[in-house]
């Protein structure tokens, strides 16, 4: 089984900047560079949507959702098992819960979930 686990949620203020971690322990057979690694976020009273997602490898192919473009970044330390979110420019609809994702043949594994909050 592998373990996903987030951090660096909290406040932020309109403008501000966060960066999320999320990082894999456990039964990681083939490999940490193995696996895709996936940022979603819920927002209250929303369904759970992708934010980024950063392929396989070393730091290879990233792709952002729409509103994610040009504010948030996605990236990777294979070594240290761990993937990033580095969130600038936030604003009050980047408030939600942000889950971290990791992906091999079909398999998923998701993360307990970090909270940002974002405000005036």
């Known amino acids: 089984q592998v373990v996903i686990v987030e951090s660096g949620g909290g406040m932020a203020q309109t403008g501000g900047s966060l960066r999320l971690s999320c990082t894999a322990s456990?039964?990681?057979?083939?490999?940490?560079?193995?696996?895709?690694m996936s940022w979603y976020r819920q927002a209250p009273g929303k369904e759970r949507r992708l934010v980024a997602f950063?392929?396989?490898?070393?730091?290879?192919?990233?792709e952002y959702a729409d509103f994610a473009k040009d504010r948030f970044i996605i990236s990777r330390n294979n070594g240290l098992k761990t993937a990033y979110l580095q969130m600038n420019r936030l604003s009050s609809e980047d408030t939600g819960v942000y889950y971290c994702?990791?992906?091999?043949?079909?398999?998923?594994?998701w993360g307990q979930g970090t909270q940002v909050t974002v405000s005036s």
């Open positions: 456990g039964n990681i057979r083939e490999g940490y560079s193995a696996y895709t």
């Open positions: 994702k990791a992906s091999i043949r079909a398999k998923d594994y």
């Open positions: 950063i392929n396989s490898g070393n730091g290879g192919l990233t």
